[in-house]
C-alpha cells in the first residue's frame, strides 16, 4: 500500500489512458505528484479523481519552455521530483508512400524529442536515486501496417532507458522503459469507428494469447514496480507488458 509513500511523481499525458492509469496506482501507493496534459477537461477531471495529492499541469510536452516549467512548478509546490514517467505519446502517420515532411516532424516531435526532453528538463528538478519511466510500444518489435515511424520512435525510446541510465550512473537514477501491447484506452478507439470498436476489442481480444486486451491498470502496476526500490536493480530494462501479443500471437 506504501511503496511510493510521499513520493513527488509526474506524469505527462497523466489525464488519460495509460498515463492516468499510471497516477492512479502510484496515488494508491502513497506518492503525491503532478499530471500533465493540454486538455483542461480531463486534467480537471482526472486530478478530481486523484484526490489532494495531485495537481494538474497543462503544458504542450513538444514546447521545451512550457516542459521546463511544469518540473520547476512541481518541485516547488511539491518538493524535489523521485519519479518521473514520460508517458505522452501518440499514434501513426500512415504508410511510408502517404507521410509528409509535416506528419514525420509532428510524430517525432511528440514520441521522441518530447521523451528527450521530458528527462533533459526533469532533471535539474529531480533527487539522486529517483527513477525515470518511458513508454515504448510493442510497435517497436513488429511490423504493424502504418506504423513504421512510430514504431521506430518507439525502438528509440527504448534505446533511450539504457543511454540515460547510462549518464545517469553517477546520480543514480535509474531509467526503464515499459512497453505495452494494445491497451484499452481512448487512443485505441480513436482508431476505430464508433461503432466498431466494441466489435474490435472483442476481436483483439479473441488473438490475444491471454483472452484480453491490457488495461491501463496493467501499466500501472508495471510502473509502481520500477518507481519502487522493488526494482532497485534494474536499469536499462524494458518490460514488455503485452499479454504475450507481440511474441507469441
Ligand atoms: P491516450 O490518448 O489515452 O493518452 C495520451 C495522453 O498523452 C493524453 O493524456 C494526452 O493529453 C497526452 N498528450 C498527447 N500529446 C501531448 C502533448 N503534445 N503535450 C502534452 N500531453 C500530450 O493514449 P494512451 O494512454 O493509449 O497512450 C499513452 C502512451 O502509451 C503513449 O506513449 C502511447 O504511444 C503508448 N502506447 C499505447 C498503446 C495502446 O494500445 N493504447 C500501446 C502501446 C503504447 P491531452 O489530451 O491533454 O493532450
Known amino acids: 500500500m506504501n511503496k511510493l509513500k510521499n513520493k513527488v511523481t509526474v506524469i505527462t499525458g497523466g489525464n488519460s489512458g495509460i498515463g492516468f492509469g499510471i497516477a492512479e496506482a502510484f496515488k494508491n501507493e502513497g506518492a503525491k505528484g503532478a499530471i500533465i496534459g493540454r486538455n483542461q477537461e480531463t486534467l480537471a477531471s482526472s486530478v ?20 521546463e516549467s511544469v518540473f520547476k512548478d512541481t518541485a516547488e509546490k511539491l ?3 523521485d519519479v518521473i514517467v514520460a508517458n ?23 514520441n521522441l524529442k518530447s521523451v528527450f526532453f521530458t528527462v533533459n528538463k526533469a532533471l535539474p528538478y529531480m533527487n539522486d536515486g ?10 517497436a518489435h513488429r511490423a504493424y501496417p502504418s506504423f513504421g515511424l512510430y514504431g521506430a520512435a518507439k525502438a528509440a525510446v527504448i534505446f533511450f532507458a539504457k543511454s540515460f541510465s547510462n549518464d545517469l550512473l553517477d546520480r ?20 476505430v469507428p464508433a461503432e466498431q470498436v466494441e466489435a ?14 491490457g488495461q491501463p491498470a496493467d501499466i500501472g502496476k508495471t510502473a509502481v514496480f520500477l518507481a519502487s526500490d522493488d526494482s532497485s536493480f534494474l536499469l536499462g530494462a524494458e518490460l514488455l507488458v ?5 511474441y507469441l500471437a
Open 48 to 67: 478530481a479523481q486523484l484526490g489532494d495529492n495531485f495537481i494538474g499541469l497543462n503544458a504542450d510536452v513538444t514546447n521545451l519552455s512550457e516542459l
Open 79 to 81: 518538493g524535489k521530483i
Open 88 to 110: 505522452a505519446g501518440a499514434g501513426t502517420t500512415g504508410t511510408v508512400a502517404d507521410t509528409s515532411e509535416a506528419d514525420y516532424d509532428k510524430l517525432l516531435d511528440l
Open 130 to 139: 529517483g527513477s525515470i519511466i518511458l513508454i515504448g510500444s510493442n510497435a
Open 172 to 191: 543514480k537514477i535509474r531509467a526503464n522503459v515499459i512497453t505495452p501491447g494494445t491497451t484499452d484506452t481512448p487512443a485505441f478507439d480513436k482508431f
Open 200 to 213: 474490435v476489442k472483442k476481436h483483439f481480444a479473441g488473438v490475444m494469447p491471454i483472452g484480453r486486451i
Open 242 to 246: 503485452d499479454g504475450g501479443m507481440t
